[in-house]
């Protein structure tokens, strides 16, 4: 799974479609609905541009508004489609991979 989008989830049942490590990162005040974007969740998974590409122009996403996405790491080109699509994101790591670092690491190991 690359990632899995759930439309219009009630604000009391977030936490029914994330793993309980993100509760913690939850913000007090949400709209009563929104959608959701999951991706791989562990700190060693690092959510690459062309998979957050993939997911926001699928066609679920069509008329969406109040889009979060939860994933384990980011990296900097993500983050950027993100923010440019006003979309907020949540993850584990904070660490600043680019696409480009992240598989030249793969390549080498």
């Known amino acids: 799974m ?3 989008i759930y439309k219009e989830v009630l604000k009391n049942k977030i936490k029914s ?3 309980p490590r993100y509760f913690c990162k939850l ?3 949400w709209p009563e609905k929104i959608t959701i974007i999951v ?3 562990d700190r060693n998974n690092v959510v690459l541009s062309n998979t957050v590409e993939a997911a926001l122009s699928n066609e679920d996403l069509n008329n969406q508004i109040n889009i979060v996405v939860f994933g ?3 990296t900097i080109e993500s983050i950027q489609l993100l923010r440019d699509r006003d979309i907020s994101y949540i993850s584990i790591s904070d660490f600043l991979w680019t696409d480009e670092s992240y598989k030249q690491i793969l390549m080498n190991s």
């Open 17 to 19: 479609y994330i793993p």
């Open 2 to 4: 690359k990632y899995k």
């Open 72 to 74: 384990g790491c980011f």
């Open 27 to 29: 913000p007090v005040s």
């Open 39 to 41: 991706f791989k969740t």
